[in-house]
């Protein structure tokens, strides 16, 4: 490794200095150019080093990462920097160097993983969980989630058109792993009225498979939708939908074990199985919960320990 600059002059300052020293007896005529070449190489050389000193003292390098944790709380916004990588994460409190950690190996550079579904959106994904077609489960503590993107975005009333994605997840030595998935496009419709949605009044029309696909989408999609259908590249759906279930298996996780350690103050359920967890100390933490009520199951396991948590649902 090559050596620093700054000290560089700080040596030949010393070997200056030493050499005036050894030589003035001698009563050297260069004796003070030594002397005085030694002081100036040795301040060239403390001065740029002081300078480095006052800028370490504001940077963080990998191993200051390293130990980082949550009690040297490095933000608290919707956005984890840490170690060059930026997470978006609805984990509103103190991200620690495990959570970046984790999630970091989920995500690729290329694109913006960030999925912000809209309610209709999420009302649609919550339908498909509940489609055979669509989601299906291999294994009993596995997850499954979709994500959708709307191919006619301007499009208001339905039916809408959809590629759907739906993944069934784990997550084994802190990294996500995917037990089974399908995806392609689809239509929704549902009645248009402006209520609360009805998973039961949902319905869908998708393609065959084989030699029906082509054809299928030709009858079922406009043709400006057909396009798009044929050009479509699902790996950015699949990115984004794999960080938002990692990030959400992780918070739920995190409310799970708060609740066994009695941490939890009360307990918010949305009709969209959304749970708002607010701890005794005030962070709040929100994860869509696996099937509805699962959350007051797992506080009533631990009622006797723990007492009464508030809960309430819209």
């Not at 260069?30 to 005085?36: A, E, G, H, M």
């Not at 509940?130 to 979709?146: E, H, L, P």
């Not at 419709?189 to 029309?205: A, I, Q, R, V």
Request: hydrophobic share 40%.
């Amino acid at each position: 490794m090559p050596i620093p600059t700054f000290l560089v002059f700080l040596i030949l300052g010393i070997i200056g200095l030493i050499i005036y020293f050894t030589q003035k007896k001698k009563q050297n005529k260069f004796n003070k150019i030594y002397l005085i070449l030694g002081v100036v190489l040795i301040l060239i050389g403390i001065i740029p080093g002081i300078f480095i000193s006052l800028q370490n003292d504001h940077f963080i390098d990998e191993n200051a990462c390293e130990k980082l944790n949550e009690v040297e709380c490095i933000e608290h916004q919707d956005a984890c920097s840490l170690c060059g990588e930026t997470v978006v994460s609805n984990y509103l409190s103190c991200h620690s160097i495990e959570f970046c950690k984790n999630a970091s190996t989920q995500l690729t550079d290329k694109i913006n993983v960030a999925y912000n579904p809209t309610p209709r959106e999420q009302a649609i994904e919550r339908y498909l969980l509940s489609q055979k077609n669509f989601s299906w489960r291999n294994r009993d503590d596995s997850q499954s989630f979709c994500a959708i993107k709307n191919l006619k975005p301007d499009q208001e009333l339905f039916p809408l058109y959809i590629w759907a994605y739906c993944g069934e997840y784990v997550i084994e030595n802190n990294k996500l792993v995917t037990v089974s998935g399908s995806s392609g496009p689809a239509k929704i419709d549902y009645p248009n009225e402006l209520s609360y949605y009805d998973l039961n009044k949902f319905s869908y029309e998708a393609p065959g498979d084989g030699a029906d696909y082509t054809k299928d989408i030709k009858r079922i999609f406009p043709s400006d939708i057909q396009q798009k259908i044929f050009a479509h590249d699902v790996a950015e759906l699949i990115a984004k939908a794999e960080h938002y279930v990692f990030t959400n298996i992780y918070n739920w996780d995190l409310i799970k074990q708060a609740v066994s350690n009695c941490e939890i103050k009360s307990v918010m359920q949305t009709h969209a199985l959304e749970v708002t967890a607010i701890f005794k100390n005030g962070e709040e933490i929100t994860a869509i919960e696996p099937k509805i009520d699962n959350i007051f199951d797992i506080i009533s396991q631990y009622k006797d320990k723990c007492g009464e948590i508030i809960m309430a649902t819209e």
